[in-house]
């Protein structure tokens, strides 16, 4: 089986740096992603990891501890526009299908 | 470019009747679309994978004959809700994997079902 935890909400303030954890219990991991999704929106890619370490795409930076099964995405200069939950999925090296974890609420204030 | 669309974006039906949820890839081909549900704040669940030219593989829990798939071109996937009951109600959600082997899934926009 699988288990993804998430943190359920956080808050942060404009302009400051947030770090959102996720942890995982898989057989057969092969990568993890992020997503970010707004209220009655798709889930929009935002990174993928499958090596240990950092991953940084513009302001947002994805990190992986695959002994840890531990992955965090950082936001630097957080903007009002960042509200949204934020999800990880697991991939496995069988079957075809992603597992996403319960997802992050963030609310970014000004 | 790997734009997915849905149709329809929300669709309000009766109690007892049968819904069909269209997801196609329109720049891209996709021997692979998944469907997802969606309850108001939880995460997303995967309902089945849709293979195209042959049957859906359906997570546990999930009828398949209540949520009938057809995945009839490397465009195309469909999914019928049949004997929709208020418990449906729920935003779905496709997603379309490229055939070269990528990894990434491209999502939809979403479906909202309401059922009354």
Redesign the interface.
Request: no cysteine.
């Given at each position: 089986g699988q288990n993804i935890d998430q943190p359920t909400e956080m808050t942060a303030t404009e302009g400051a740096i947030v770090q959102i954890n996720c942890t995982y219990q898989t057989s057969g991991f092969n990568g993890l992603f992020w997503y970010q999704q707004h209220a009655g929106e798709a889930p929009t890619f935002l990174s993928y990891n499958v090596l240990d370490g950092l991953e940084e795409k513009g302001r947002f930076s994805s990190f992986l501890s695959r002994s840890k099964g531990y992955s965090y995405l950082l936001l630097k200069e957080l903007q009002m526009k960042d509200s949204a939950s934020y999800l990880c999925a697991v991939k496995r090296n069988y079957g075809q299908n992603f597992v996403f974890g319960p997802g992050t609420r963030l609310s970014v204030l000004p | 470019g790997a734009v997915v669309s849905q149709h329809p974006s929300w669709v309000i039906c009766k109690s007892g009747t049968s819904v069909k949820i269209e997801c196609r890839s329109l720049d891209f081909q996709a021997t692979?679309m998944?469907w997802?549900r969606q309850f108001p704040?939880?995460?997303?669940?995967?309902m089945a994978?849709s293979n195209e030219g042959s049957k859906a593989t359906y997570?546990q829990g999930v009828e398949k004959d209540k949520f009938l798939i057809n995945h009839a071109s490397l465009t195309l996937s469909t999914l019928t809700v049949t004997s929709a009951h208020p418990e449906d109600s729920s935003?779905y959600?496709c997603s379309a994997?490229l055939t070269s082997g990528s990894?990434?899934?491209?999502?939809?926009?979403?479906t909202?079902l309401t059922v009354t």
């Open positions: - | 692979t998944f997802y704040k939880q995460s997303l669940m995967l994978t997570e935003f959600i994997r990894y990434e899934q491209y999502f939809g926009p979403g909202r």
